[in-house]
Protein backbone atom coordinates (compact mmCIF):
# COMPACT_ATOMS: atom_id res chain seq x y z
CA UNK A 1 0.00 0.00 0.00
CA UNK A 2 1.72 3.71 -1.12
CA UNK A 3 1.33 6.98 0.84
CA UNK A 4 -1.82 7.71 -1.17
CA UNK A 5 -3.60 4.61 -0.83
CA UNK A 6 -2.87 5.15 3.48
CA UNK A 7 -4.26 8.75 3.11
CA UNK A 8 -7.63 7.74 1.50
CA UNK A 9 -7.92 4.53 3.56
CA UNK A 10 -7.61 7.07 6.87
CA UNK A 11 -9.91 9.91 5.30
CA UNK A 12 -12.40 7.09 4.52
CA UNK A 13 -12.13 6.61 7.90
CA UNK A 14 -13.01 10.25 8.39
CA UNK A 15 -9.25 11.24 9.18
CA UNK A 16 -9.86 15.13 8.05
CA UNK A 17 -5.68 15.67 8.49
CA UNK A 18 -5.25 12.73 6.07
CA UNK A 19 -7.10 14.01 3.02
CA UNK A 20 -4.97 17.61 3.57
CA UNK A 21 -2.59 15.37 1.83
CA UNK A 22 -4.73 14.46 -0.98
CA UNK A 23 -5.83 18.24 -1.33
CA UNK A 24 -2.20 19.23 -1.31
CA UNK A 25 -0.75 16.95 -3.62
CA UNK A 26 -3.34 17.37 -6.26
CA UNK A 27 -4.34 20.97 -5.39
CA UNK A 28 -2.46 22.10 -8.30
CA UNK A 29 -4.34 20.25 -11.17
CA UNK A 30 -7.50 20.41 -10.03
CA UNK A 31 -7.36 24.14 -9.59
CA UNK A 32 -4.96 24.52 -13.68
CA UNK A 33 -8.02 22.18 -14.96
CA UNK A 34 -10.77 24.57 -13.09
CA UNK A 35 -9.42 27.69 -14.08
CA UNK A 36 -8.52 26.31 -17.77
CA UNK A 37 -12.18 25.38 -17.85
CA UNK A 38 -13.54 28.23 -16.56
CA UNK A 39 -11.53 30.91 -16.92
CA UNK A 40 -12.31 32.90 -13.99
CA UNK A 41 -9.94 32.84 -10.47
CA UNK A 42 -12.63 32.99 -8.29
CA UNK A 43 -15.10 30.16 -10.04
CA UNK A 44 -11.84 27.88 -10.61
CA UNK A 45 -11.57 28.20 -6.55
CA UNK A 46 -14.86 27.86 -6.01
CA UNK A 47 -15.05 24.48 -8.44
CA UNK A 48 -11.48 23.22 -7.32
CA UNK A 49 -12.77 23.36 -3.53
CA UNK A 50 -16.15 22.14 -4.78
CA UNK A 51 -14.27 19.17 -6.25
CA UNK A 52 -12.40 18.19 -3.24
CA UNK A 53 -15.41 18.06 -1.17
CA UNK A 54 -17.45 15.68 -3.45
CA UNK A 55 -14.53 13.56 -3.67
CA UNK A 56 -14.16 13.14 0.16
CA UNK A 57 -17.98 12.28 0.57
CA UNK A 58 -17.89 10.36 -1.94
CA UNK A 59 -14.86 8.24 -1.33
CA UNK A 60 -17.03 4.90 -0.54
CA UNK A 61 -17.94 5.13 -4.38
CA UNK A 62 -14.23 5.36 -5.66
CA UNK A 63 -12.62 2.07 -6.77
CA UNK A 64 -8.84 1.69 -5.82
CA UNK A 65 -8.63 -0.36 -9.27
CA UNK A 66 -7.93 3.24 -10.93
CA UNK A 67 -6.11 5.89 -10.72
CA UNK A 68 -7.22 8.30 -8.04
CA UNK A 69 -6.04 11.16 -10.10
CA UNK A 70 -8.46 10.42 -13.18
CA UNK A 71 -11.47 9.72 -10.53
CA UNK A 72 -10.56 13.35 -8.68
CA UNK A 73 -10.30 15.07 -12.50
CA UNK A 74 -13.60 13.90 -13.67
CA UNK A 75 -15.39 14.91 -10.62
CA UNK A 76 -14.02 18.49 -10.87
CA UNK A 77 -14.46 18.45 -15.12
CA UNK A 78 -18.20 17.50 -14.35
CA UNK A 79 -18.85 20.11 -11.98
CA UNK A 80 -16.88 22.49 -14.60
CA UNK A 81 -19.21 21.59 -17.11
CA UNK A 82 -22.04 22.45 -14.97
CA UNK A 83 -21.02 25.41 -14.26
CA UNK A 84 -20.60 26.32 -17.46
CA UNK A 85 -23.88 24.95 -18.71
CA UNK A 86 -25.26 27.64 -15.52
CA UNK A 87 -23.51 30.57 -16.97
CA UNK A 88 -25.08 29.88 -20.66
CA UNK A 89 -28.23 29.83 -18.46
CA UNK A 90 -27.82 33.20 -17.25
CA UNK A 91 -26.89 34.59 -20.60
CA UNK A 92 -23.16 35.03 -19.25
CA UNK A 93 -20.45 34.30 -22.09
CA UNK A 94 -16.86 32.76 -21.27
CA UNK A 95 -15.62 35.30 -23.92
CA UNK A 96 -16.08 38.27 -21.39
CA UNK A 97 -12.87 39.92 -20.22
CA UNK A 98 -12.07 38.46 -16.99
CA UNK A 99 -9.82 39.30 -14.03
CA UNK A 100 -6.04 37.64 -14.60
CA UNK A 101 -5.25 34.92 -12.67
CA UNK A 102 -4.60 36.40 -8.65
CA UNK A 103 -1.17 34.46 -8.77
CA UNK A 104 0.69 35.84 -11.18
CA UNK A 105 -0.25 39.19 -10.51
CA UNK A 106 1.08 38.56 -7.13
CA UNK A 107 4.36 36.96 -8.06
CA UNK A 108 7.10 39.05 -7.26
CA UNK A 109 9.86 36.66 -7.86
CA UNK A 110 10.06 36.87 -11.30
CA UNK A 111 10.90 40.36 -12.91
CA UNK A 112 8.22 42.83 -14.71
CA UNK A 113 9.44 41.92 -17.92
CA UNK A 114 9.03 38.62 -17.15
CA UNK A 115 5.84 38.77 -15.62
CA UNK A 116 4.46 40.69 -18.13
CA UNK A 117 5.05 38.05 -20.57
CA UNK A 118 3.94 35.32 -18.42
CA UNK A 119 0.47 37.18 -18.02
CA UNK A 120 0.37 37.80 -21.69
CA UNK A 121 0.72 33.70 -22.47
CA UNK A 122 -1.26 32.92 -19.95
CA UNK A 123 -4.32 35.26 -21.68
CA UNK A 124 -3.12 34.29 -25.09
CA UNK A 125 -3.93 30.24 -24.17
CA UNK A 126 -7.23 31.21 -22.39
CA UNK A 127 -8.23 33.02 -25.41
CA UNK A 128 -7.48 30.35 -27.59
CA UNK A 129 -9.18 28.07 -25.24
CA UNK A 130 -12.11 30.27 -24.95
CA UNK A 131 -12.82 29.32 -28.30
CA UNK A 132 -13.40 25.68 -28.29
CA UNK A 133 -16.63 24.26 -26.79
CA UNK A 134 -16.50 23.13 -23.53
CA UNK A 135 -16.24 19.26 -24.12
CA UNK A 136 -13.46 20.10 -26.48
CA UNK A 137 -11.69 22.21 -24.38
CA UNK A 138 -11.97 19.64 -21.38
CA UNK A 139 -9.92 16.97 -24.34
CA UNK A 140 -7.33 19.41 -25.20
CA UNK A 141 -6.44 20.77 -21.47
CA UNK A 142 -6.28 17.12 -20.11
CA UNK A 143 -4.28 15.97 -22.64
CA UNK A 144 -1.92 19.19 -22.49
CA UNK A 145 -1.62 20.26 -18.88
CA UNK A 146 -2.42 16.77 -17.24
CA UNK A 147 -0.59 15.11 -19.84
CA UNK A 148 -3.24 12.20 -20.01
CA UNK A 149 -3.20 9.63 -22.78
CA UNK A 150 -6.52 9.28 -24.95
CA UNK A 151 -7.42 6.00 -22.49
CA UNK A 152 -7.22 8.37 -19.62
CA UNK A 153 -8.97 11.36 -20.98
CA UNK A 154 -11.59 8.90 -22.29
CA UNK A 155 -11.89 7.38 -18.19
CA UNK A 156 -12.47 11.33 -17.25
CA UNK A 157 -15.14 12.52 -19.94
CA UNK A 158 -16.75 9.01 -19.64
CA UNK A 159 -16.64 8.07 -23.15
CA UNK A 160 -14.64 6.01 -25.75
CA UNK A 161 -11.36 6.31 -26.89
CA UNK A 162 -12.37 7.16 -30.90
CA UNK A 163 -14.80 9.74 -29.29
CA UNK A 164 -11.49 11.55 -27.75
CA UNK A 165 -9.05 11.08 -30.93
CA UNK A 166 -12.12 13.02 -32.52
CA UNK A 167 -12.65 15.77 -30.22
CA UNK A 168 -9.16 16.28 -30.12
CA UNK A 169 -8.71 16.27 -33.78
CA UNK A 170 -11.71 19.00 -34.24
CA UNK A 171 -10.35 21.07 -31.27
CA UNK A 172 -6.91 21.14 -32.96
CA UNK A 173 -8.38 21.88 -36.32
CA UNK A 174 -10.24 24.35 -35.34
CA UNK A 175 -7.38 26.13 -33.46
CA UNK A 176 -5.30 26.04 -36.06
CA UNK A 177 -7.81 28.20 -38.01
CA UNK A 178 -7.75 30.33 -34.81
CA UNK A 179 -4.08 30.42 -35.11
CA UNK A 180 -3.76 31.09 -38.92
CA UNK A 181 -6.50 34.18 -38.38
CA UNK A 182 -4.55 35.22 -35.72
CA UNK A 183 -0.66 34.66 -37.60
CA UNK A 184 0.82 32.25 -34.75
CA UNK A 185 4.39 31.11 -36.48
CA UNK A 186 6.44 29.39 -33.90
CA UNK A 187 10.39 30.04 -33.56
CA UNK A 188 12.00 28.71 -37.32
CA UNK A 189 13.51 25.67 -35.18
CA UNK A 190 10.63 24.29 -33.85
CA UNK A 191 8.62 24.52 -36.99
CA UNK A 192 10.65 21.65 -38.39
CA UNK A 193 8.71 18.47 -38.72
CA UNK B 1 -3.71 13.59 -51.61
CA UNK B 2 -6.91 15.02 -49.19
CA UNK B 3 -6.81 17.65 -46.91
CA UNK B 4 -8.17 15.40 -44.16
CA UNK B 5 -5.56 12.67 -44.94
CA UNK B 6 -3.26 15.62 -43.79
CA UNK B 7 -4.75 16.61 -40.94
CA UNK B 8 -4.63 13.11 -39.54
CA UNK B 9 -0.99 12.97 -40.37
CA UNK B 10 -0.98 16.47 -38.24
CA UNK B 11 -2.29 15.05 -35.22
CA UNK B 12 -0.37 11.92 -35.77
CA UNK B 13 2.95 14.11 -35.88
CA UNK B 14 1.86 16.43 -32.84
CA UNK B 15 1.18 12.99 -30.86
CA UNK B 16 4.77 11.65 -32.19
CA UNK B 17 3.19 8.70 -33.65
CA UNK B 18 3.89 9.44 -37.58
CA UNK B 19 5.54 6.98 -39.44
CA UNK B 20 8.78 7.59 -41.20
CA UNK B 21 7.08 7.05 -44.48
CA UNK B 22 3.99 9.29 -43.47
CA UNK B 23 6.69 11.30 -42.20
CA UNK B 24 8.30 11.93 -45.93
CA UNK B 25 4.64 12.45 -47.08
CA UNK B 26 3.90 15.04 -44.97
CA UNK B 27 6.73 17.10 -45.48
CA UNK B 28 6.50 17.01 -49.55
CA UNK B 29 2.85 17.99 -48.91
CA UNK B 30 3.86 21.04 -46.75
CA UNK B 31 6.15 22.24 -49.31
CA UNK B 32 3.51 21.89 -51.97
CA UNK B 33 0.61 23.16 -50.39
CA UNK B 34 0.80 26.52 -48.99
CA UNK B 35 -2.34 26.62 -46.60
CA UNK B 36 -1.41 23.50 -44.94
CA UNK B 37 1.66 24.76 -43.88
CA UNK B 38 0.46 27.77 -42.52
CA UNK B 39 -2.04 25.37 -40.70
CA UNK B 40 0.91 23.40 -39.53
CA UNK B 41 2.89 26.29 -38.70
CA UNK B 42 0.08 27.74 -36.21
CA UNK B 43 -0.64 24.24 -34.90
CA UNK B 44 2.95 23.64 -34.13
CA UNK B 45 3.22 27.43 -32.56
CA UNK B 46 -0.10 26.36 -30.51
CA UNK B 47 1.31 23.14 -29.25
CA UNK B 48 4.52 24.71 -28.42
CA UNK B 49 2.36 27.48 -26.38
CA UNK B 50 0.13 25.16 -24.37
CA UNK B 51 3.37 22.70 -23.72
CA UNK B 52 5.42 25.48 -22.45
CA UNK B 53 2.29 27.39 -20.41
CA UNK B 54 2.72 26.18 -17.17
CA UNK B 55 -0.33 24.96 -14.77
CA UNK B 56 -1.86 28.03 -12.53
CA UNK B 57 -1.59 27.12 -8.54
CA UNK B 58 -3.92 27.99 -6.23
CA UNK B 59 -3.62 30.62 -3.47
CA UNK B 60 -0.98 29.54 -0.92
CA UNK B 61 -4.10 28.82 1.66
CA UNK B 62 -6.19 27.10 -0.56
CA UNK B 63 -5.43 23.50 1.41
CA UNK B 64 -6.19 25.10 4.40
CA UNK B 65 -9.07 26.71 3.64
CA UNK B 66 -10.65 23.43 1.34
CA UNK B 67 -10.07 21.65 4.57
CA UNK B 68 -11.98 23.91 6.60
CA UNK B 69 -15.16 23.30 4.24
CA UNK B 70 -14.72 19.64 4.82
CA UNK B 71 -17.96 18.28 6.22
CA UNK B 72 -17.78 15.83 8.99
CA UNK B 73 -17.63 12.55 7.99
CA UNK B 74 -17.26 10.42 11.36
CA UNK B 75 -20.18 12.35 11.83
CA UNK B 76 -21.84 11.38 9.04
CA UNK B 77 -21.24 7.97 8.85
CA UNK B 78 -22.63 7.95 12.04
CA UNK B 79 -26.01 9.21 11.28
CA UNK B 80 -26.05 6.76 8.08
CA UNK B 81 -25.29 4.09 10.83
CA UNK B 82 -28.23 5.55 12.63
CA UNK B 83 -30.38 5.56 9.90
CA UNK B 84 -29.87 1.84 8.17
CA UNK B 85 -30.88 0.63 12.41
CA UNK B 86 -33.91 2.57 12.36
CA UNK B 87 -34.52 1.28 9.04
CA UNK B 88 -33.60 -2.22 10.35
CA UNK B 89 -36.01 -2.16 13.04
CA UNK B 90 -38.90 -0.53 11.31
CA UNK B 91 -39.19 -3.86 8.98
CA UNK B 92 -38.61 -6.19 12.17
CA UNK B 93 -40.94 -4.30 14.35
CA UNK B 94 -43.80 -5.63 12.47
CA UNK B 95 -42.65 -8.90 12.82
CA UNK B 96 -42.22 -9.29 16.44
CA UNK B 97 -45.65 -7.19 16.73
CA UNK B 98 -46.88 -10.28 14.87
CA UNK B 99 -44.67 -13.08 16.50
CA UNK B 100 -45.65 -11.26 20.25
CA UNK B 101 -49.54 -11.25 19.03
CA UNK B 102 -49.70 -15.05 17.87
CA UNK B 103 -47.62 -15.83 21.38
CA UNK B 104 -50.64 -13.79 23.53
CA UNK B 105 -53.89 -14.62 21.79
CA UNK B 106 -52.88 -18.00 19.96
CA UNK B 107 -54.26 -19.87 22.68
CA UNK B 108 -57.40 -17.89 23.07
CA UNK B 109 -58.29 -18.16 19.59
CA UNK B 110 -57.91 -21.57 19.58
CA UNK B 111 -60.82 -22.39 22.09
CA UNK B 112 -63.88 -23.48 20.09
CA UNK B 113 -66.17 -20.36 21.41
CA UNK B 114 -63.63 -17.78 20.63
CA UNK B 115 -64.85 -16.86 17.38
CA UNK B 116 -68.28 -16.74 18.08
CA UNK B 117 -67.67 -14.13 21.45
CA UNK B 118 -65.05 -12.24 18.94
CA UNK B 119 -68.00 -11.73 16.50
CA UNK B 120 -70.78 -11.41 18.87
CA UNK B 121 -68.62 -8.40 20.28
CA UNK B 122 -67.66 -6.84 16.87
CA UNK B 123 -71.62 -6.68 16.24
CA UNK B 124 -71.99 -4.96 20.09
CA UNK B 125 -69.27 -2.47 18.79
CA UNK B 126 -71.06 -1.83 15.31
CA UNK B 127 -74.63 -1.15 17.05
CA UNK B 128 -73.21 1.22 19.72
CA UNK B 129 -71.28 3.44 17.16
CA UNK B 130 -74.69 3.25 14.45
CA UNK B 131 -76.73 5.00 17.59
CA UNK B 132 -74.62 7.11 18.74
CA UNK B 133 -73.87 8.58 15.12
CA UNK B 134 -77.59 8.41 14.68
CA UNK B 135 -78.10 10.11 17.99
CA UNK B 136 -75.57 12.88 16.64
CA UNK B 137 -77.22 13.20 13.06
CA UNK B 138 -80.87 13.71 14.29
CA UNK B 139 -79.50 16.50 16.98
CA UNK B 140 -77.98 18.67 14.30
CA UNK B 141 -80.80 18.14 12.19
CA UNK B 142 -83.14 19.74 15.14
CA UNK B 143 -80.75 22.50 15.64
CA UNK B 144 -80.87 23.98 11.96
CA UNK B 145 -84.79 23.39 12.08
CA UNK B 146 -85.05 25.17 15.65
CA UNK B 147 -82.18 27.99 14.48
CA UNK B 148 -81.87 28.01 10.70
CA UNK B 149 -80.31 31.80 10.85
CA UNK B 150 -76.89 29.59 11.86
CA UNK B 151 -75.93 27.84 8.23
CA UNK B 152 -77.44 30.75 6.57
CA UNK B 153 -74.54 33.05 8.45
CA UNK B 154 -72.11 30.51 8.03
CA UNK B 155 -72.51 30.14 4.31
CA UNK B 156 -72.25 33.64 4.37
CA UNK B 157 -69.22 34.40 5.98
CA UNK B 158 -67.63 31.59 3.63
CA UNK B 159 -68.50 33.12 0.59
CA UNK B 160 -67.22 36.78 1.80
CA UNK B 161 -63.70 34.61 2.58
CA UNK B 162 -63.83 33.24 -0.79
CA UNK B 163 -64.41 36.45 -2.26
CA UNK B 164 -61.93 38.35 -0.64
CA UNK B 165 -58.72 35.65 -1.13
CA UNK B 166 -59.70 35.49 -4.61
CA UNK B 167 -59.59 39.39 -5.18
CA UNK B 168 -56.15 39.03 -3.04
CA UNK B 169 -55.06 36.64 -5.48
CA UNK B 170 -55.34 38.68 -8.54
CA UNK B 171 -54.13 41.65 -7.18
CA UNK B 172 -50.65 40.11 -5.74
CA UNK B 173 -49.86 37.24 -8.63
CA UNK B 174 -51.33 38.99 -11.74
CA UNK B 175 -48.45 41.05 -13.67
CA UNK B 176 -49.10 44.88 -14.38
CA UNK B 177 -49.50 45.55 -17.80
CA UNK B 178 -47.46 48.47 -18.79
CA UNK B 179 -49.46 50.73 -21.30
Known amino acids: ?193 | MEHDEIYTMMMDALDGELSATDHGELESHLRACLFCAREWQALLAIDALFRQTPALSPAVDFAQRTLARLPNRRYRLWIISAVYILLLLSGALPLLLVAWAVSRFGPIMSEPAAVPDLLASIERTLQVTGTVMRALLSAIGEFLIQQPAVPGWLLVMAGIVFLWSGIYQQLVSQPRQVQ
Open chain 1, 1 to 193: MNEEQVWLEQARQGDKAAFGKIIEAYQTPVYNLAYRMLNNAGEAEEAAQEAFIRAYTRLDSYDPAHKFSTWLLSITSNYCIDQIRKRRALLLSIDEPLAPHPALMSDRSKGPEAQLMMNQQQELVQSLLAELAPDYRQAVVLRYWHEMSYEEIAEVMDTSVSAIKSRLFRARRQLAEVGVAMDLSPALEEAVV
